[in-house]
């Protein structure tokens, strides 16, 4: 399923929010590290949820696969935290990627904290998108993903 044009490549609502992308400046001057911008949904022939994989591979296009160099990135820091707008869909497919790719990987995938507070699942008349998701995430905790909030992210 394609979905209606939402957050396209140039437009406002694919831009970071002014005060996230402040304190990602202000984070890169104080660890004196370049941030990792990523840019999905260039691939034509298909929806693009999750950060690290199009939902069809197209292999000959860049981006058309899972992007197992920033996968392999991610196992070397100590802690991941994760957050995104639409839990039903961009956070929970971002994090399916992961438990996929890291499922042998008890160690890498504890290093994982979902930042509950920071999404929500798209709303939707029929479809309970907000159980799905909640089932997944449930799911997944059960081998070690982490859930918290940004307030107790902050405590730790």
Avoid at 72 to 88: M, N, P
Avoid at 143 to 152: A, N
Wanted: glycine share 4%.
């Amino acid at each position: 399923m394609i979905w209606p044009y939402h957050t396209l490549i140039g437009t406002p609502g694919h831009n970071l929010t002014p005060a996230l992308y402040e304190a990602i400046a202000h984070h890169s001057a104080a660890r004196q590290a370049q941030p990792i911008l990523i840019n999905k949904g260039s691939v034509p022939r298909s929806e693009h949820y999750s950060i690290f994989e199009p939902e069809v591979k197209v292999d000959t296009l860049p981006h058309g696969g899972l992007d197992v160099v920033r996968l392999d990135e991610i196992a070397t820091y100590d802690r991941v935290y994760i957050a995104g707008q639409a839990k039903s869909h961009c956070v929970l497919e971002s994090v399916s990627s992961l438990m996929r790719y890291f499922e042998n990987e008890p160690e890498t995938i504890a290093k994982l904290n979902v930042l509950t507070d920071t999404m929500s699942s798209v709303a939707h008349p029929e479809i309970n998108f907000e159980a799905i998701a909640q089932s997944t995430f449930d799911r997944f905790a059960e081998y070690g993903l982490k859930r918290t909030t940004t307030t107790e992210a902050l405590k730790s």
